[in-house]
């Protein structure tokens, strides 16, 4: 049964407090949210938002311009129980009149604090294990569709509409300064294109080094500056690569989001395979190329004409990733952040 009739288009504009629901520990989706925040900012210009995630990494939207408060459940209280329940109090406190579950109904635990968080209207999609927790159930969508689409859809329902599917992260002046500070660390000139390169990936995700490798050397060969991005997880392949890499390569092992994030975003494109890095970069309006090795990426695949997806189940060729990163540096206006320059492709 859908219960649209529960909050009709005149009885939104009474909203005053929204919350969206996502305690998951990733930050892709997390990322995969803030769509979401826009389409209610937009409909409902004065209403406070809140956003209900986890502390690995809510503290990225302190400052976004589109949130009013962050709810950070760490991990610790899911087994300490007098520190959940003081979170919830929190939460309730707000009188927030619009809860929304933004895990499609999967998340037991979203549901839950969906349920138990005081909201006048709780709204999510019927038809999943969860769906009694809600007093206010959408049509369930198509189960290939992005689940940006997803969440729009989800919101739609209740009459708060959006065509804009971007996500967005904020940045600050601190964290852009910081990262202004490492390119005169690293001596590079504003006319210089900086491609920057995440070697990250979990599993069957992950590109061979060896394509890695080649892309680096066909980019220095097009006078453009490679910035390789390591992890933590990636440092034992970096050692595979290190003593073979050009000594042209930057080498950044910056750890902190924020400032991975800053340091993206005077990057004139972005090579990854699927991972948290892929959404931070087009989040943060860096265009993008994503290597796909599983069929998701109509699920979760970054979405807009600066971004390019790239899926090969037996293993994407370095010139086909070459040919759009060329593509997006030859075709870079309209960018949000720092003018890109352009370079010439000649393969």
């Known amino acids: 049964m859908c219960w649209r009739k529960r909050l009709g288009p005149d009885s939104i504009k009474s909203i005053q407090r929204v919350l969206f629901v996502r305690p998951n520990f990733r930050m892709g989706n997390m990322l995969l949210i803030t769509p979401g925040f826009r389409a209610v900012r937009q409909q409902l210009p004065e209403a406070k938002i809140g956003f209900l995630t986890t502390s690995a990494y809510g503290h ?16 610790a209280m899911t087994w300490k129980w007098w520190e959940l329940f003081s979170f919830l109090r929190q939460i309730r406190k707000r009188r927030y009149d619009l809860v929304i579950d933004c895990s499609e109904g ?61 996500m967005k992260l904020t940045l600050t002046q601190a964290h852009k300064n910081w990262a202004s500070e490492r390119w005169r660390h690293w001596e590079i000139s504003e006319e210089t294109p900086c491609v920057g390169i995440n070697l990250g990936a979990r599993g069957k995700k992950r590109w061979p080094l060896t394509c890695f490798d080649r892309v680096i050397r066909q980019l220095i060969d097009e006078q453009v500056q490679p910035i390789l991005f390591v992890g933590p997880e990636e440092l034992d392949c970096l050692s595979k690569m290190e003593t073979q890499l050009p000594e042209q390569v930057i080498i950044d092992t910056t750890h902190d989001p924020s400032r991975f994030a800053a340091l993206l975003n005077r990057c004139a494109a972005f090579l ?19 290597i796909f090795r599983i069929h998701n990426f109509n699920l979760i695949g970054p979405l807009g004409p600066r971004h390019r997806t790239l899926f090969d189940p037996d293993g994407t060729r370095a ?29």
């Not at 990225?60 to 991990?75: F, I, Q």
């Not at 604090?113 to 959408?138: C, D, K």
Request: contains cysteine; aromatic residues 6%; proline residues 5%.
């Open 319 to 347: 010139d086909a990733a070459l040919d759009l990163i060329l593509d997006l540096l030859n075709n870079a206006e309209g960018r949000d952040s720092e003018a890109v320059p352009r370079v010439k492709a000649s393969c």
């Open 60 to 75: 990225m939207l302190h400052h976004h311009s589109d949130l009013d408060y962050v709810h950070e459940l760490t991990r």
């Open 106 to 166: 999967a998340s037991l635990l979203g549901a839950a604090f969906v349920a138990f968080s005081g909201g006048r209207y709780r709204l999510g999609f019927e038809g999943g294990p969860n769906a009694s927790l809600f007093n206010i159930r959408s049509p369930a969508n198509d189960p290939d569709d992005h689940r940006i689409e997803k969440l729009l859809s989800l919101l739609s329902f209740v009459w708060i509409g959006s065509e804009d599917q971007s």
């Open 272 to 290: 990854t395979c699927d991972t948290g890095p892929m959404h931070l970069a087009v989040a943060v309006g860096t265009p993008t190329v994503a």
